[in-house]
T-cell receptor, first 114, second 115 residues
Framework: DTAVSQTPKYLVTQMGNDKSIKCEQNLGHDTMYWYKQDSKKFLKIMFSYNNKELIINETVPNRFSPKSPDKAHLNLHINSLELGDSAVYFC?????????????FGPGTRLTVL | DAKTTQPPSMDCAEGRAANLPCNHSTISGNEYVYWYRQIHSQGPQYIIHGLKNNETNEMASLIITEDRKSSTLILPHATLRDTAVYYCIVRAYLNYGGATNKLIFGTGTLLAVQP
C-alpha cells in the first residue's frame, strides 16, 4: 500500500521530446507538490497544488506544466525536453492540520535526457 | 524562511547515539524546526519537528536551545539503515493554501553509521 506513488521510476528520452510523469497519493491529502533534485543533489520545490488549485509556482520554465485532475493526482508534463532537465523528480503530498503539516514523498522518477 | 547551517558529514558507530547539530540563528518566533532525511535513492522522509519545546517520537528526539538559534537531532541507537542525508529546515507557520507550505532544503548532513 504505497502512500505516494510515481510512474515511471525511470525515464530515458531524447532532447526535444515531450514526456509526462504521474503521481498518485492514497493518503486523502489535499495538497500535492513536485520537487526536483539535480545532479548535485539539491532538492528544490517546483509546484504545489491545494485542492486542485495551483498555489506555488517557483521560477520553473513554462515547458513544465503540472496538471491535477483530482486531489489524489498531480501529473507533470514536460515539453521540448532539454539536457538540463535530467534530474530526479519527487512528488509529495500533505494535509494541513493546525499550523504545521508533514510532507510524504514518493520514490522519485529519474529522468535522463540524451 | 530562515537559513540553516549543518556540518556536511558525520560518522557514528552502530548502536551509539547520533547527534546531528543545526544552526538557525536567524529563526523567527513563528518558525518551526523540521528534520527530514533522505536515504540513498529514496524520497525524503519526515522525522520530527518542533517549535520551542524538546520533542520525541519513535524515530528521534529534537532538542532546541532556549534561544532557538540551534537544535540537535538525536537518533538514540543508530543502525546501518540510518545512513542518510539529514536535512534541518526552518519553516513558518503553515499559511493554509499559501507559499509557506514549501520545504526549502539545504545541503544537509551525510550521516554514515559504521559497523
Amino acid at each position: 500500500d504505497t502512500a505516494v506513488s510515481q510512474t515511471p521510476k525511470y525515464l530515458v528520452t531524447q532532447m526535444g521530446n515531450d514526456k509526462s510523469i504521474k503521481c498518485e497519493q492514497n493518503l486523502g491529502h489535499d495538497t500535492m507538490y513536485w520537487y526536483k533534485q539535480d545532479s548535485k543533489k539539491f532538492l528544490k520545490i517546483m509546484f504545489s497544488y491545494n485542492n486542485k488549485e495551483l498555489i506555488i509556482n517557483e521560477t520553473v520554465p513554462n515547458r513544465f506544466s503540472p496538471k491535477s485532475p483530482d486531489k489524489a493526482h498531480l501529473n507533470l508534463h514536460i515539453n521540448s525536453l532539454e539536457l538540463g532537465d535530467s534530474a530526479v523528480y519527487f512528488c509529495a503530498s500533505s494535509q494541513a492540520r493546525g499550523p504545521t503539516d508533514t510532507q510524504y514523498f514518493g520514490p522519485g522518477t529519474r529522468l535522463t535526457v540524451l | 524562511d530562515a537559513k540553516t547551517t549543518q556540518p556536511p558529514s558525520m560518522d557514528c558507530a552502530e548502536g551509539r547515539a547520533a547527534n546531528l547539530p543545526c544552526n538557525h540563528s536567524t529563526i523567527s518566533g513563528n518558525e518551526y524546526v523540521y528534520w527530514y532525511r533522505q536515504i540513498h535513492s529514496q524520497g525524503p522522509q519526515y522525522i520530527i519537528h518542533g517549535l520551542k519545546n524538546n520533542e520525541t517520537n519513535e524515530m528521534a528526539s529534537l532538542i532546541i536551545t532556549e534561544d532557538r538559534k540551534s537544535s540537535t537531532l538525536i537518533l538514540p541507537h543508530a543502525t546501518l539503515r540510518d545512513t542518510a542525508v539529514y536535512y534541518c529546515i526552518v519553516r513558518a507557520y503553515l499559511n493554509y493554501g499559501g507559499a509557506t507550505n514549501k520545504l526549502i532544503f539545504g545541503t544537509g548532513t551525510l550521516l554514515a553509521v559504521q559497523p
